[in-house]
T-cell receptor, first 115, second 116 residues
Framework: AQTVTQSQPEMSVQEAETVTLSCTYD???????LFWYKQPPSRQMILVIR??????QNATENRFSVNFQKAAKSFSLKISDSQLGDAAMYFC????????????FGTGTRLQVFP | ETGVTQTPRHLVMGMTNKKSLKCEQH?????MYWYKQSAKKPLELMFVYNFKEQTENNSVPSRFSPECPNSSHLFLHLHTLQPEDSALYLCASSLHSGTSGDNEQFFGPGTRLTVL
C-alpha cells in the first residue's frame, strides 16, 4: 500500500524568505501523481501544485516549486518570497495513475509566517 | 455560490441524535467524495460517488450513511455517533472518477463535527 510521510509537523519562516517543506512517499507503482495542497485557517483545501511522476522536470507555480526525486521517493515544496497569506497547513498527497479516486495524504505541516 | 459549499459549518450533536451534512458543488462535476479529517492524522477517504452511484466505501461504519440524489448534491446522514467521530468532514468533487489521468479534486470548507 502507498504511504505519504511528512516529518515536519510545524515550520516557520520570515516574510520574504524561502522555506522548504519535506515529503516522502512509498509506492511500488511507476506512474503516479503527487500534489501539494494548502489548507488555510478558513479550512478550504486548495491545490497548490501537482507533479506527474513521468515528467522529469520539476513543476513550478509562481513562487511555489517542487524538488521531485523519483528514485529517492521525495517530493519537497519550496515557497519563495514567503507572504503572510502563505500561513496554512500544507498536505502532500499521492494518487496512482489508474486508481484516480484515492488521494493518499500525509499528516500535514503547519507553516507559520512571521513579519 | 461558486465551487464546493458545505452546510452546516459547525455541528454539535449528542450520541443519540440524527443529523445530516450537506455538500453542493457548482462546478458541473460528476464525482463527489466524503473525507474525514482528524487531528494529527491523514485525511481519510470515506465514500466516492460517480454519476450518483457509490463506487467506493472505505470500510466506513454504518452509522455514517451517504446519499447522492444527483451529481451536484451529496449528503452524509449521521446517527448514533461516537465521540471519536468528532472531526472535520470534507466534501470534494471532480470531473469524473475511476479513470486514468488528471482528475483534480476541489474541496469544500468542511463541517466541524463535535459528538458529545
Amino acid at each position: 500500500a502507498q504511504t505519504v510521510t511528512q516529518s515536519q509537523p510545524e515550520m516557520s519562516v520570515q516574510e520574504a524568505e524561502t522555506v522548504t517543506l519535506s515529503c516522502t512517499y512509498d509506492t511500488s507503482e511507476s506512474d503516479y501523481y503527487l500534489f501539494w495542497y494548502k489548507q488555510p485557517p478558513s479550512r478550504q483545501m486548495i491545490l497548490v501544485i501537482r507533479q506527474e511522476a513521468y515528467k522529469q522536470q520539476n513543476a513550478t507555480e509562481n513562487r511555489f516549486s517542487v524538488n521531485f526525486q523519483k528514485a529517492a521517493k521525495s517530493f519537497s515544496l519550496k515557497i519563495s518570497d514567503s507572504q503572510l497569506g502563505d500561513a496554512a497547513m500544507y498536505f502532500c498527497a499521492y494518487r496512482g495513475l489508474y486508481n484516480t479516486d484515492k488521494l493518499i495524504f500525509g499528516t500535514g505541516t503547519r507553516l507559520q509566517v512571521f513579519p | 455560490e461558486t465551487g464546493v459549499t458545505q452546510t452546516p459549518r459547525h455541528l454539535v450533536m449528542g450520541m443519540t441524535n440524527k443529523k445530516s451534512l450537506k455538500c453542493e458543488q457548482h462546478l458541473g462535476h460528476n464525482a463527489m467524495y466524503w473525507y474525514k479529517q482528524s487531528a494529527k492524522k491523514p485525511l481519510e477517504l470515506m465514500f466516492v460517488y460517480n454519476f450518483k452511484e457509490q463506487t467506493e466505501n472505505n470500510s466506513v461504519p454504518s452509522r455514517f450513511s451517504p446519499e447522492c440524489p444527483n451529481s451536484s448534491h451529496l449528503f452524509l446522514h449521521l446517527h448514533t455517533l461516537q465521540p471519536e467521530d468528532s472531526a472535520l468532514y470534507l466534501c470534494a468533487s471532480s470531473l469524473h472518477s475511476g479513470t486514468s489521468g488528471d482528475n483534480e479534486q476541489f474541496f469544500g470548507p468542511g463541517t466541524r463535527l463535535t459528538v458529545l
